[in-house]
């Protein structure tokens, strides 16, 4: 069973560094094809997709907060880290981690098919 | 890059079909099969309905469908049912930044 989960503080203070960590079980981060992503959805509105780690340490961030991000994988601890600076209560969210999708062939697609419970992150000061 | 544009709201009675669009750019939607749609209850973790267009994971209903034209996807949902009462977004692997971006989703009232 393939399973997710998200931690990481709260609230934060506005220019504080927030780092989260998504630790999993039931897949490898050693494993060619896996990737796991960070999303967040500010309270009542849309979700963002916010970075993505492969199993190969390709790293893919969002164009609109690339300064701000970096994500990195620990595949002794089965964790992926994500780092953001300098926060701001706009950045006040539901912050998810997510596998990506797997078909029974073994063909690894690029969608979010095993999703944590998320992890309310508040900025405030 | 920005964000897709869907309809934000969509209603249908129970046994109906519906239709959710999602429109994007040549940048993204139209130039990759590479759209997914996820369902989000209220409180709940997105869901993986459709991937690359118009592929469901194992355990979806076949009541839910996916297609594109051009820069505009499209998600189906015939046999309306009550569970199926929820936020739909949409989602595009946009190349030329090498990026993920999503619509700002569409709230699903079955009447």
């Known amino acids: 069973q393939i399973t997710l989960k998200e931690s990481g503080p709260t609230p934060v203070k506005p220019t504080q560094t927030l780092t989260l960590t998504c630790t999993f079980s039931?897949?490898?981060?050693?494993?060619?094809?896996?990737?796991v992503g960070w999303f967040r959805q500010p309270p009542g509105k849309a979700l963002e997709w916010l970075a993505l780690?492969?199993?190969?340490?390709?790293?893919r961030y969002s164009p609109s907060l690339e300064s701000r991000l970096t994500i990195t994988k620990d595949t002794s601890k089965n964790q992926v880290v994500l780092t953001m600076t300098n926060m701001d209560p706009v950045d006040t969210a539901t912050y998810y981690c997510?596998?990506?999708?797997?078909?029974?062939?073994?063909?690894?697609?690029?969608?979010?098919?095993?999703w944590g419970q998320g992890t309310m992150v508040t900025v405030s000061s | 890059q920005s964000a897709l544009t869907q309809p934000a709201s969509v209603s249908g009675s129970p046994g109906q079909s519906i239709t959710i669009s999602c429109t994007g750019t040549?940048?993204?939607?139209?130039?990759?099969?590479?759209v997914s749609w996820y369902q989000q209850h209220p409180g709940k973790a997105p869901k993986l309905m459709i991937y690359?267009?118009?592929k469901r994971p194992s355990g979806v209903s076949n009541r839910f469908s996916g297609s594109k034209s051009g820069n505009t996807a499209s998600l189906t949902i015939s046999g309306l049912q009550a569970e199926d009462e929820a936020d739909y977004y949409c989602?595009?692997?946009?190349?030329?930044?090498?990026?993920?971006?999503f619509g700002g989703g569409t709230k699903l009232t079955v009447l």
């Open positions: 997510a596998l990506r999708g797997q078909e029974s062939s073994g063909y690894y697609y690029d969608a979010f098919d095993i």
């Open positions: 039931g897949f490898s981060l050693r494993t060619s094809g896996v990737g």
């Open positions: 780690i492969y199993w190969d340490d390709d790293k």
């Open positions: 040549s940048s993204d939607v139209g130039s990759f099969n590479l």
């Open positions: 690359e267009g118009n």
């Open positions: 989602c595009s692997y946009a190349g030329s930044s090498r990026a993920w971006v």
